[in-house]
Each structure stands twice: as structure tokens, then as C-alpha cells.
């Protein structure tokens, strides 16, 4: 049972060029979103999804695209990576939006645009 | 604002002392999580709770609804529990999480 599956791992850009991040999890979860981590600050949601072919905003998704053509994957996609969107990116996967449902977190993306 | 407060920041312990991380929210709640981030590696969940206290292992995670705190304690601490903890509340029919900005716990043999 793999659980969450984030790739890749560590990825350097340059400033405008553009790339997808990888998530998937093999739990049959509706719920699924992206956080990004900066130091000194808690993990901000980016995007989530409540389903396949259902996706929202979350507190800072300017940048970022992203879309749930199936159950299992959600990829986050940097149209134009900018300097400020050096960050540490986690997939997260829960059976349920609401109620008492334990969050799994994928091992994380380092990303750092140059 | 951070709607979630976790304290201290830091943590330094010697092996075997007993810690406590804590954790203030300021909205009602479903849910309140614990998680744990190691150096270079992803996060794990610990504990899921609404209500009283949960034990794991050395771990126990307590919370007070009226008062909206939570307590994380380790008992015996040892050099591997070295990590970031992260508090995360549920609030209502929230769609999201929203965290704390961890504890950096250093345990030293």
C-alpha cells in the first residue's frame, strides 16, 4: 500500500519556465489538495479537490493550476515558475472532506526557482 | 492571523525528560490534528481527536474544547523523536486545515 506518491522529490527551475508536480494515492480518497510550506509559516493550502473532475481554490493559488481527471491523481501544474514560488510542496489524500478523517501527506517537493 | 498558535517554536531536551507542545486555536472545531515532520521527509499524522485525550505509545494528545487548546506530550523522550510538530484544526464544515507553524524539537542523548 503506497499511500500518498509525490514526484518528484527536489526539482530547480528558472524563473518562467513551467512544470506539473505529481500526486497520487492509491486509498480511493475524494479528498485531495496541495499545500506549500515556507519557513516560519504553516502549511497553505493551494488547491483542493473534493472529487474527480471537481477542484477549488484555496488561500494561495495564484500560479497554480491544477485538475482531478481521476480519483488517484492530482497534479499541480506552475504555469510560469516565479522566484517566490521556492517552496517545499506536499500532496495530502483523506477518505472525506468533512468530519473526523485522518489526513495522509505525501513525502513532499522541494522546489526552488532560480 | 494565524488562527492556529502552537508553542514553543523551539524545543530542546535532554533524553528521557518528559515534553509538552502546545496548541491554541481561536475558532470552533471538528476535528484536531498532530502531525510529525522529520528532517527531509514527509508528515505524518499522529493523532486525530475532538474530544479528551488519545495515548499512543509515549505519545499522548489532549485537548480542551471549552478552553481551545491541545496538549502533545512524549514521555521518555529519546534523540528520535527529534521532528516537527504540527498542530492542524478543522473548523466547522471547513473544507481545509488550517496549521500551526510547528515546534522544532531537538532531543539530545
Known amino acids: 500500500n503506497a499511500g500518498v506518491t509525490q514526484t518528484p522529490k527536489f526539482q530547480v527551475l528558472k524563473t518562467g519556465q513551467s512544470m506539473t508536480l505529481q500526486c497520487a494515492q492509491d486509498?480511493?480518497?475524494?479528498?485531495m489538495s496541495w499545500y506549500r510550506q515556507d519557513p516560519g509559516m504553516g502549511l497553505r493550502l493551494i488547491h483542493y479537490s473534493v472529487g474527480a473532475g471537481i477542484t477549488d481554490q484555496g488561500e494561495v493559488p495564484n500560479g497554480y493550476n491544477v485538475s482531478r481527471s481521476t480519483t488517484e491523481d492530482f497534479p499541480l501544474r506552475l504555469l510560469s515558475a516565479a522566484p517566490s514560488q521556492t517552496s517545499v510542496y506536499f500532496c495530502?489524500?483523506?477518505?472525506?472532506?468533512?468530519?473526523?478523517?485522518?489526513?495522509?501527506f505525501g513525502q513532499g517537493t522541494r522546489l526552488t526557482v532560480v | 492571523k494565524n488562527e492556529v498558535e502552537q508553542s514553543p517554536q523551539n524545543l530542546t531536551a535532554q533524553e528521557g525528560e518528559f515534553i509538552t507542545i502546545n496548541c491554541s486555536y481561536s475558532?470552533?472545531?471538528?476535528?484536531l490534528h498532530w502531525l510529525q515532520q522529520h528532517p527531509g521527509g514527509g508528515i505524518v499524522s499522529l493523532f486525530m481527536l475532538s474530544s479528551g485525550k488519545k495515548k499512543h505509545g509515549r505519545l499522548i494528545a489532549t485537548i480542551n474544547i471549552q478552553e481551545k487548546h491541545s496538549s502533545l506530550h512524549i514521555t521518555a523522550s529519546h534523540p528520535r523523536d527529534s521532528a516537527v510538530y504540527i498542530c492542524?484544526?478543522?473548523?466547522?464544515?471547513?473544507?481545509?486545515?488550517?496549521f500551526g507553524s510547528g515546534t522544532q524539537l531537538t532531543v539530545l542523548p
Open positions: 495530502a489524500s483523506s477518505y472525506s472532506v468533512l468530519g473526523n478523517t485522518e489526513a495522509f
Open positions: 492542524a484544526v478543522r473548523s466547522g464544515s471547513a473544507r481545509q486545515l488550517t
Open positions: 486509498m480511493n480518497h475524494e479528498y
Open positions: 475558532v470552533g472545531i471538528s476535528a
